[in-house]
């Protein structure tokens, strides 16, 4: 066997989720893919908050001292912190040669140390639980006696008012017990690791869910590239079992579908689409839908984004804050439209002039059509408790919503385009040709986000314009997108 490989505290759950994962990130790093924003997004969250929760035991030394590559140098300075009675250590590093973790936070308390690890989540995890198990290996290993190691994360109660208040806005969980009970677990998996990395050799495993569960791996890329569209790529509205049983039997037609195999009502209506490219369409459904709505007609979309740590008053963690929203408005059917738009204007919250021109602009009669009408529902109930001056009139705009989703999640009207989904992303296209998200910069909502998260640091007047104009562009195409659709049901019951 050749010198066994340091496997850290984010390898070992790495080789859990996959152990092919394992081996090609420390043989073959290079083949990873390239970090997408909004990974390196979730990365800058989980240091900020870590950063952040150092605050629960102020006036610590950070033992990586910034270079977490210095591995050996992180391991000595902490025990030199620890010898030396350093009460609090941040980042303190331990290794014995086979396994390393970084604690984030490491605090002798009445004389016993204790240990704390923080994630930007607002619960525990399972994989948290193997994560802490682990940490809880490899410090024992070193030698150091731990009484407690808990899990620290964000407390999603917590409302802000004024500064931050560091001990309300973090829970900790004390996890010590389960640590111990599955010390063994650890072990064997280690074991496992070690012997699959000493062998030399990457383990042949076929991608499934592993590629994406608890997280999306860096080699997806890599591992998928060979794999070719097939008639069943993107369908949705089936399950993922069946998928795989009519992928591996080679069904292409319900004379193929597996003995034995039940269908629901909607996964016919999905593969008939598939198999025969038929449609469906309930008129007495669509004609009772289009009776339900009253002029003058209001079309609007919200876009939100979270914050970790909450930034302003009356908001809690990873709260859905809108900032931006794209209002049709047409008098008559048939008539002309008018637009209105709103987005907030960073550091600025957006809330206080949203609800304003939004109370304005959607005035008090007509119905307002959304898509998805819990996603605005729940943000206009939201508004309403956290501005309870506009409570009454945010009730009363949330009682005049109308869900333009409904036709299609019920399928009365089922196109083969649609693939088995009824997001809007897949209906526009299905239904009326030459709209597409595809020619704007912004074409999904968490991208939206990320670009308005993004003004807050943009120092650069001329971007911050650009973004903002594709902000601008892609939440209007909402919009239009529904007066499409819905001009689309209307005309079906003509014909
Ligand atoms: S993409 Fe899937 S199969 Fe490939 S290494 Fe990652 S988890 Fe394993």
Redesign the pocket.
Known sequence: MSALATISKSSFIRGK??L??LY?HINEPWLKDEISEAKQHVFNIGHETGRLAQQLFPGGIDASRGRPQEVKEAVAFTQQLIAGGQGVIYEAAFSDGETLCYMDLLVKMDGEWQAFEVKASTAVKDYHLLDIAFQYHVILQSGLPLTEISLVHLNKKYVRRGEINIDQLFTVNCLRDHAQSIQAYVEENLLEMQTMLAAGQGPD?A?GK??TQPFE?D??GY??QDEKDDLFTGLKGIRATKIERFRSTGTTCFDQVPVGMPLTAKERTVLRGLFENKSQQDDDNIRQFLGKLEYPLYFLDFETIMFPVPLYDESRPYQQMPFQYSLHRQEHPGGELQHHAFLGCPPEDPRPEFIKRLLVETGTEGSVVVYNKTFEWQRLRELARDFPAYAHRLQQLNKRLVDLMEPFRKQWLYMPGMKGSYSIKRVLPALVTGISYSDLEIQEGNAAGLIYGSLYRDPDPASIRKKRENLLAYCEMDTLGMVEILKVLNNLLLT
């Open positions: 989720q996959c092919k994962s090609l495993i991608t592993q590629c791996c080699f997806y591992c998928h």
